[in-house]
């Protein structure tokens, strides 16, 4: 294939413009090396994110509903969040949030892999985790801020979900594919 | 599965705080309906995304290398962008960018689905479409904005390139399991 001839974009200038909580938005101020003209950018900076896939014994896929703000819709996804812990390695911010929002504690843990969620105005990851033989230990743990519902599906019901529009969130979709990547190799 | 137990979370307000010319900033006031409580959420107002995977009449797929401010790193990607032409349907997006970005003009396109890129902070679409038969018929047309590079890749190693790191940008890689989803029907 080659490598890219695409040369770095210089950064003239860079600085915060508004604080929002889980993110900060920043402009900077680029020079396209093409043709050197100057371009205000925004993107956002963010804590990495983590998403687990979690299996009981019997291969049901444990889901949450909850409302999100973006879409201001109820969304079906797997469970997931922010790597806001000091040192938390991928794997364990999964086991965190999976017992969190579900109530079910992992066996197993493997790091499917990991993704620029979007890189244009992005420059955080994404980490895919798969959590196996995941068994109900507790109730959930849910802060002021949250409200979860847990459900269960059968995995092999996953691509019929996606097709029909009950599952939409694209980050949980992308998790899928990895999932897929690792039964395959 | 059963229905969703989750309430919609009522917006006491929201006032835009930051237009970012491809995104605008929005603050809403919004209430937890499960204890009442008020919490500010900020969440992106932009345009509906467009990506689309274009093959040629050999298998091979058409790929774009270019800079990135959200990673500040160059990203080897399917071509896509912004809905931002009245009226303008998927397809029709999907038409218009790959030729501008690559200079292929589509055979055939199929919209092989929609998903929600980031409910949490993001209430727009990406659609997908799959463009078949393409074929060189210009150069590039880019702004002042743009600098990219294209490449071709057999269809096969698309998998090979993800798991190497080659290809890390989650929209894109979701689009290669819509790919899949479509083929398998």
Same mark, same amino acid.
């Given at each position: 294939?080659?490598?890219?001839?695409?040369?770095?974009?210089?950064?003239?200038?860079?600085?915060?413009?508004?604080?929002?909580?889980?993110?900060?938005?920043?402009?900077?101020?680029?020079?396209?090396?093409?043709?050197?003209?100057?371009?205000?950018?925004?993107?956002?900076?963010?804590?990495?994110?983590?998403?687990?896939?979690?299996?009981?014994?019997?291969?049901?896929?444990?889901?949450?509903?909850?409302?999100?703000?973006?879409?201001?819709?109820?969304?079906?996804?797997?469970?997931?969040?922010?790597?806001?812990?000091?040192? &938390?390695?991928?794997?364990?911010?999964?086991?965190?949030?999976?017992?969190?929002?579900?109530?079910?504690? #992992? *066996? %197993?843990?493997? @790091?499917?892999?990991?993704?620029?969620?979007?890189?244009?105005?992005?420059?955080?990851?994404?980490?895919?985790?798969?959590?196996?033989?995941?068994?109900?230990?507790?109730?959930?743990?849910?802060?002021?801020? &949250?409200?979860?519902?847990?459900?269960?599906?059968?995995?092999?019901?996953?691509?019929?979900?996606?097709? #029909? *529009? %009950?599952?939409? @969130?694209?980050?949980?979709?992308?998790?899928?594919?990895?999932?897929?990547?690792?039964?395959?190799?």
């Amino acid at each position: 294939m080659g490598g890219p001839v695409i040369q770095p974009w210089p950064r003239k200038s860079s600085e915060q413009k508004l604080d929002c909580r889980i993110f900060k938005v920043r402009k900077d101020v680029v020079v396209n090396p093409r043709n050197n003209s100057l371009h205000d950018m925004y993107a956002l900076d963010m804590d990495n994110w983590v998403n687990v896939i979690p299996l009981t014994p019997d291969q049901q896929i444990i889901l949450i509903h909850q409302w999100r703000h973006g879409t201001r819709s109820v969304q079906l996804e797997t469970p997931g969040g922010l790597m806001d812990h000091p040192g &938390e390695t991928p794997e364990e911010c999964a086991r965190r949030e999976l017992l969190e929002e579900t109530g079910y504690e #992992a *066996g %197993e843990l493997v @790091h499917l892999g990991s993704v620029h969620p979007n890189p244009a105005i992005q420059g955080n990851l994404q980490h895919y985790v798969l959590a196996t033989n995941c068994r109900k230990v507790a109730g959930l743990t849910l802060d002021h801020a &949250e409200d979860i519902a847990v459900t269960l599906a059968p995995l092999a019901d996953i691509p019929r979900m996606i097709r #029909a *529009g %009950e599952i939409t @969130h694209g980050i949980v979709i992308g998790g899928f594919y990895w999932l897929e990547l690792h039964r395959r190799k």
